[in-house]
């Protein structure tokens, strides 16, 4: 039953305007616990002479790029180690933390530490999901690592999550958990 | 800019209303780069004489219980070792996974499990965030643990992350992360 | 998908409330073919305080009573020979017809029409329709006389359609076709 | 003083939405009392990208044939005698009453059952009223017969009445009534 | 044809609604040329449980004054010579200019700029036009004056106009012309 | 935190709409004493195809001209003697008066009454100030006079008010008042 109206600036995309549905329609559903089927949405577009405020045309924002796309292709980079690429991804204070890490703020850091630890992992993904803060975009990706160990043996069906945190789409925190400590011992 | 109009029936909470305008500012301020403080959130609310579909008065959803309230619950009442009390959050199909578990079923199965690996444990939250998936709400909460190994050495600020799956206001699903086996090694 | 909200002042009851989305999914759905299921409709009412034009308050019309119910009244008085109660019914320019009558005004002629033709004759209803045009609302009866002729032989299943036209919630005209002539030949 | 916001999908042509507004407000007025003059309605159109149910877009439904044209246009034809253009009005499920003739389900049925009555009728239309069902339209058609009888003799201003029910954009149901018995006692 | 919606916090007078939807329709008025009549306006009003912006809730502004009585009421204290009550209209940088006086900043100078101009003068009001701008309130009364010069004569129909700012409640500024020299010489 | 929802059919320039915001803006501000900044006014323009009053779909009024523009249009072309100009910007029932003139209908009685009073006058604009009334438009400009006496001596910071009448995009009425006779004496 619920209706949402949403009165926005023209100029965003279609792509655009479908993730807001789905995030509107989503969240109206998890709160309301309304059928999603029973959720519609109707998005007035408005030339920008359409609109004011203060008495003064104004407008539109930029629209943010997608969340899951910016961090599924920042891990891409990572996993195939194109750094220069990866980095493109990073907020100028981006800090990374994985197990037993502590704060890292460079990437060179995060290939130094896996040295280590494994010749090679690759990532099969499960589940992304897309916290929205006040404040910055939050992205969840969890799944299993594949790879070998320093000694040529390999692994799988090693769990692992991912936490992001983005602001003005760039990624700012990215923080890591596994399991690959466990498998170890 | 972005104004939204929300059409409910009437009857849910202001707390609902509360989280529910949060939810829809955060996915808007998210998604469009707009600043929260130029998105604005009118709720229309109607009587069930006010509203039809297919010629017919509706009555409203009933709410969904605040997820962040329902996780933070669930994790006191595990910590305070309430089993029957934390029980009350789950579904008949709740499923858990932590660190070399593999799917445990049931409450007693945790119990058993961390009995080698600590005296006890607590946690300190950092964040708690929420994904509003279509079928289901995901929640996230991160931060340290602190406690005592088994042979009375104390431990703290390791980290942990656990994901919830809600449905229904029950929890589903519980994952895991945590750097113990890492600390200990 | 068609989505209808519609603004009155309040005072109206929740029946012709009912009735008016009724009417209105009915109309939509009929001209756009949407399913009603899938029509919803939103009553906003506004106090007079709340609504103006011509920069002046404006108080609401007083709605009219439910054509259904006024046909089947003014009928049942009618077959029960009530007449004094059926004359309410009726404007003051009111006009019937029926088979072979030509144009009558009085509800005695309807009864003196009637002596050669019956000893009594009653209604098996099948259908109401209700046809709003803009200065008028026409409504539809149509199902089955079952009764007495003359010598005292019932009849039954004799197909009748009675046409009222309805203004200021008075009958203006009701025309009545039957196959009472085809039964009797 | 009652404001219509109908929220449709665009796509549909002026030709309907003129039908559409004016339905609209003939109900309202009927139902309210408010004058036709004093109802406005504003038909906001959105594009399909606009729109969503469930977080999906949706696409618009077809619209409905004109349901005046529809049963005008089966009644010339079947003046005309060409059966082969009128039947493309009817559904497979048809049937036609006359008086005394029970459930026709054939064109050519009522072709035979004309034969003994008429050398030729036409109609003078003096009504269309269409009401709207949820499940269909129902088309009432009134006004007086003109033809001549088997034996050359020629007659005019016998009343008649049929009723239409349509579904689908196709003719499901035909009843008629008329004052030709009475007339030929 | 022009339709306004309004949406506000509740809590505001009857008095000021009236007041809002009278300049509403006359601006829409004088700027489209539509007839007064033709311009209808909705004011929704919403409980601050049912509003955010910024994803909290929000207070109503206290409504102005209203400037006509503010401006009319100053007036009346003027003439009656109660110069305490007057004051309560005035904001502390209240400046006023009359023929000749240059700027003045307290009514005392007022009475003393008086004395030798007229025993007492009197105003016949014809007419209070309101202009409302971004950052004030700007008040134009203009009519006749009546009194007595002072030789004891009287004088009548002599032309005047004031012009007033109001900035929060309270008149900021007073701009006097008359024709009382002209009407010396 | 007023929002405005203005319903017009389209086809009104930008300029148009843009007065038409900051006028509805200022009002609303000034009415309700919320910050301008804080004031929002969406436009929905439709289609005459898309609105219908009465079941008929309408068109829209021509919209009125800017009357500060006109007004200082006017001024102008008085201060150049440019009569025939100015005479265009008249109703033909236009009536003036300025100090100790009566009432002139004509603007050469105005340059007549000039005649003796100084050799040049021109105006230095301080405010211009739009009052929407019901019936009419009341713009008043008020600021400096300079020019030359009779004798040639120069003058100037005379105050001057000016308060004109529009009814449909013309003059009906101007009056005048200014200090000169008070500099005069």
Same mark, same amino acid.
């Given at each position: 039953?619920? !209706? ?10 279609? /792509?655009?305007?479908?993730? !807001?549905?789905?995030?509107? =329609? ?7 616990? *309304? ?20 008495? !003064? ?7 943010? *790029? ?10 891409? *980079?990572? $996993?195939?180690?194109?750094? $220069? ?5 990073? #907020? /100028? ?9 502590? /704060?890292? =703020? ?26 929205? $803060? !006040? ?12 790879? /070998?160990?320093?000694?040529? =043996? ?14 003005? #789409? ?12 466990? *498998?170890?011992?």
């Amino acid at each position: 039953m619920p !209706m949402l109206q949403v009165s926005l600036l023209s100029g965003y995309s279609n /792509e655009l305007k479908e993730r !807001m549905t789905q995030a509107l =329609t989503a969240a109206i559903a998890g709160i309301t616990r *309304a059928n999603p089927e029973a959720i519609s949405i109707w998005i007035h577009e408005f030339d920008s002479s359409n609109y004011s405020r203060g008495g !003064m045309a104004r407008q539109p924002s930029t629209g943010a *790029a997608d969340p899951t796309s910016l961090v599924h292709d920042y891990l891409m *980079a990572m $996993e195939q180690r194109d750094l $220069e690429k990866a980095r493109k991804f990073l #907020d /100028e204070n981006f800090v990374m933390t994985f197990p037993g890490s502590g /704060e890292l =703020t460079s990437l060179n850091q995060v290939v130094e530490l896996s040295k280590g630890r494994y010749r090679f992992v690759k990532k099969t993904l499960e589940s992304t999901n897309i916290a929205y $803060e !006040m404040d910055k975009i939050v992205v969840f990706v969890n799944g299993t690592l594949y790879g /070998e160990w320093p000694d040529g =043996t390999s692994f799988e069906s090693i769990r692992f999550i991912d936490r992001f945190e983005i602001c003005n #789409d760039r990624l700012v925190r990215q923080d890591v958990w596994n399991d690959l400590a466990t *498998a170890q011992r």
